[in-house]
């Protein structure tokens, strides 16, 4: 009988804590460099689309709201509560599109011909962590 309460309380604090931890991921959007769009997947109501424009000619990269494919080069990213994706992208080989949704911070989205990285950490900050040492 322990034996079972014991269980449950075990996978009762795991999902307790793998949901805070999803609640608590901040997103950094990072175009040439330059980190473009941050925002955190509790503060997402339903879906957010936005679209990247790399810099041209040392100049800013573009943060439009919504999907405009209408540039040469763009990214189109989608964020919705349960994380974080390349939906569309002008670059050859679409690795980008194909990693998926990104929920936790244990691999980046990139997008090298676009210069894009989207990088997932459990709390806002540039503050160290277990995967710095």
Known sequence: M?????LTLFVSVF???KDRSKNDAFIKIHSCG?????GSLKD????????IVPAQGGGHAL?????????????VIRITPDGVSVTESDC?????????V???GDLPIACLPNR?????SPEEGNGADAYTY
């Open 44 to 51: 997402i109501q339903g879906e957010r689309v936005i679209t």
């Open 92 to 100: 050859k080989n679409r690795i980008c599109i194909h990693q998926g």
């Open 116 to 120: 894009l990285l989207i990088t997932i």
């Open 2 to 6: 322990s034996a079972i309460l014991i």
């Open 63 to 75: 943060v439009i709201e919504g999907a405009d494919t209408s540039y040469e080069h763009y990214n």
């Open 102 to 104: 990104m929920t936790s």
């Open 34 to 38: 330059e980190v473009v769009w941050t």
């Open 15 to 17: 999902f307790i804590i």
